[in-house]
């Protein structure tokens, strides 16, 4: 009891939402067969959000407290519309094993998104996490650039040499390229689609004429557009493409 008491008066959540976020990027880098950093961070962070739901008195009695956050807007119900609906769904579903696993993967990512929305409340909070994801995006665009030229592989992509200890599934054939980048990503299309979802905050992120950044933003905008192209994956390339017009047109 005391120690529930304790994680419930101390734990901070902001610190567990940066956990939570890195896991999420981090992923496919540490996972063992099904199971990735990802999925023990979520069982973390939501038990210890549970926890902080419940109220000690001076009896130690337990008191627990239905939680009422603020939502900015009713068009970020949706999470809790997706949440309810899926987990409907497992009543009509063919198969409920495979259902609860969409159902669970459903319900993660909700929960870290209305965890951002509950917990980033102040513009300080929301520079720390866009630097903790800068970080981390730009370690996983070297790796990615490494595996281009050295056909060097994290041990959760699928093409990694060390996937069969590790239970992944691991494609082996001749028409296969090997120097197909993944970064922390099982699947090359997965890391491009972050890449495309990173790339309009690299592109539009704010020079104010100092030379050094402005290196790094075309190394970067180069970079990502160079990856993006040789995971092959022509939806995220599209949407890269469409980035950089929109850029043109509106601040040219």
């Known amino acids: 009891m ?17 956990i939570f976020i890195f896991s999420a990027i981090f992923n496919g880098a540490v996972s063992y067969w099904k199971f990735s950093l990802y999925h023990i961070i979520f069982l973390i962070v939501f038990f210890i959000f549970i926890l902080k739901q419940i109220n000690f008195n001076d009896n130690n009695d337990v008191k627990i407290s239905i939680p009422h956050y603020q939502l900015p807007t009713k068009h970020h119900y949706i999470f ?8 409907l769904s497992l009543f009509w579903s063919w198969d409920f094993i495979l259902g609860f696993k969409t159902y669970a993967m459903y319900f993660a990512g909700c929960f870290l998104s209305l965890m951002i929305i509950f917990y980033i409340d102040s513009s300080e909070k929301l520079k ?48 296969i390229n090997n120097f197909v980048p ?33 290196i790094i933003k075309i190394i970067s905008i180069s970079a ?29």
């Not at 809790?80 to 987990?87: A, D, T």
């Not at 994290?154 to 599934?169: A, D, E, T, V």
């Not at 990856?227 to 929109?246: C, E, M, N, P, Q």
């Open 128 to 175: 720390k996490i866009l630097k903790l994801i800068s970080i981390i995006i730009a370690v996983e665009l070297i790796i990615g650039l490494l595996e281009t030229l050295t056909a060097y592989h994290m041990p959760g992509s699928r093409y990694s040499n060390l996937g069969i200890y590790l239970q992944n599934k691991i494609i082996r054939a001749e028409t």
């Open 182 to 214: 993944t970064g922390f990503e099982w699947n090359p299309n997965n890391f491009a689609a972050i890449l495309a979802i990173f790339f309009p905050f690299v592109i539009l992120f704010p020079v104010n004429k100092k030379k050094l950044i402005l």
């Open 224 to 252: 990502i557009l160079f990856i993006i192209y040789k995971t092959g994956s022509r939806a995220s390339l599209f949407a890269a493409a469409i980035t950089v017009v929109s850029y043109l047109l509106l601040y040219s």
């Open 80 to 87: 809790y519309i997706i949440m309810i609906w899926y987990f």
């Open 2 to 18: 005391n120690l529930i008491k304790k994680i419930s008066n101390r734990a901070d959540m902001f610190f567990w939402l940066k």
